[in-house]
């Protein structure tokens, strides 16, 4: 992270590490410029830490550099966050903080929507659900024109509804200038129970946005990095109007991005996806272990097993069927072909989109289906779909080249409608034209799927 911050013009450098704890970001910056690795003859460190638990081990780390006598260091046990809204604002009495640079490791904990914080921000501009935007936004507001800003973070602000006005913010105020992506989950932060990938993130404050140069490795001994440059128009997509950050690990366009064939919307296709509107902990009284004259068959994503259906099952420990009457017929679906796709995937699992087929003739008895709220369901205005349709959408959502786009803007375990709205998809009669291929097929091997994704251009 130290490394990622470049020369710029000024002898003195205000920085900020936001979120301290022991100090070891600063201390990295420190002990890069001591072995002279910046052109800076002094510097002002502002440390903020919360936890006053931390605040001797802060002091000791800092403590290394007094021997400098052009450093300065000043341990704040203020909430930053308020401190820095004060600052901005110029309230009476507030700190006047700006800087030169701002190193950090954000908390992360979500924003309650009637919380001080949440109210504190909206005060400066800054519209957030969690802790670790409301850090970076904050430090980016608090940076000088030229200023540089290096966090490591989460990559959920990527993409989905909620960080839109986050990205926003960011993008308006600032050009990103390096990304690396930690592309395991379970290897460079094995110790924390990590459920979606992180990136290092460095921004200049005002500057403006050119090429994107992005790492990326597998564990945290960068032993493995990979460096590659990309023009901006594929790190946010110009015709995006929720403006998804893209990490794009290969130079070389993806099969959807030099399809012609490959553009179109669901709405453009006619088709619909929601997630399943049967809330489990909702509905408990009605769900039921096994089916009965008086219930429907309820599908959870460990039902649908690629072209089979794999119920009822009462071994999986899930319940099997929902009760139908007055309180539950309005989440239920009329019988009939469906693609699912699951909502999340393990940790390291290989893929990330995994679709299947649910068919009418496995639930020969049911006139309605319910489904789980842990799928994604793709229905034509809650009904099902055209057979050929509903196999030929679980074809290409299967293919290598589908997941390894979605991985583009999604480093998290879940899959949401919004995403699934967001990609493009083959017109309907192509769709229908691939699911009469894979309905000709037992079993198509990813090979076969993924080749015949690469035929539709042809």
């Known amino acids: 992270m130290a490394s990622l911050f470049t020369q710029r013009a000024g002898n003195h450098c205000r920085l900020l590490d936001a979120g301290a704890g022991i100090g070891s970001l600063c201390d990295a910056f420190l002990g890069r410029w001591a072995s002279g690795g910046f ?83 909206r005060r400066v501009g800054i519209e957030t659900v969690n802790l670790y935007s409301a850090f970076v936004a904050l430090s980016l507001s608090l940076l000088e024109k030229g200023g540089q800003l290096v966090a490591i973070v989460p990559r959920s602000f990527c993409n989905g509804l909620y960080y839109r006005p986050f990205r926003d913010y960011v993008l308006e105020r600032a050009a990103i200038r390096r990304m690396h992506l930690f592309a395991s989950r379970n290897k ?49 997509f110009p015709s995006d109007s929720q403006r998804f950050i893209h990490v794009p690990t290969s130079p070389k366009f993806s099969i959807i991005e030099r399809s012609v064939v490959v553009r179109y919307t669901l709405e453009d296709i006619g088709v619909k996806v929601s997630t399943g509107p049967v809330v489990d902990f909702r509905l408990k009284k009605h769900l039921r272990d096994r089916p009965s004259a008086d219930t429907a068959p309820l599908l ?46 393990s940790k390291e699992e290989k893929r990330r989109i995994v679709a299947s087929v649910v068919k009418p003739d496995c639930f020969p008895d049911a006139d309605v289906l319910g489904f789980e709220n842990h799928l994604n369901v793709f229905h034509d205005g809650k009904h099902g779909l055209p057979e050929t349709l509903a196999y030929g959408l679980a074809t290409f959502l299967n293919t ?59």
């Not at 460190?45 to 403590?63: G, K, M, N, S």
């Not at 409608?417 to 309907?428: A, F, Q």
């Not at 192509?430 to 000709?440: D, F, K, N, S, Y």
């Open 39 to 121: 052109g800076f003859q002094s510097i002002a460190v502002d440390a903020f830490e919360i936890d006053e638990y931390l605040h001797p081990h802060l002091a000791q780390t800092l403590e290394k550099y007094s021997q400098y006598q052009n450093v300065a260091s000043t341990t704040w046990s203020d909430d930053f966050i308020h401190a820095a809204v004060d600052s901005l604002r110029e309230t009476l009495f507030a700190e006047t903080l700006r800087y030169t640079h701002a190193i950090l490791n954000p908390p992360y904990k979500k924003i309650h929507s009637d919380s001080a914080y949440r109210s504190a921000l």
């Open 400 to 458: 290598t080249a589908v997941d390894e786009t979605f991985r583009r803007f999604n480093g998290h375990t879940q899959v949401n409608v919004t995403d699934l709205r967001l990609i493009k998809y083959p017109n309907r009669e192509v769709l229908m034209t691939l699911g009469e291929w894979a309905m000709r097929r037992r079993e198509p091997t990813q090979a076969l799927i993924d080749e015949q994704l690469e035929c539709l251009d042809a």
């Open 300 to 345: 959870y994503p460990c039902h649908c097993k690629g072209r089979t259906t794999d119920w009822p099952n009462p071994a999986l420990n899930k319940p099997n069927a929902i009760e139908r009457n007055v309180e539950t017929e309005k989440w239920l679906y009329p019988n009939g072909f469906y693609c699912v796709v699951r909502r999340f995937s």
């Open 188 to 236: 460079a932060f094995k110790d924390d129970d990590v459920l979606q990938e992180n990136m290092i993130l460095m921004l200049e404050r005002g500057a403006h946005q050119g090429n994107v140069t992005v790492t990326t490795s597998t564990d945290g001994s960068l032993t493995d990095v990979e460096t590659n440059t990309y023009s901006f128009d594929r790190i946010v």
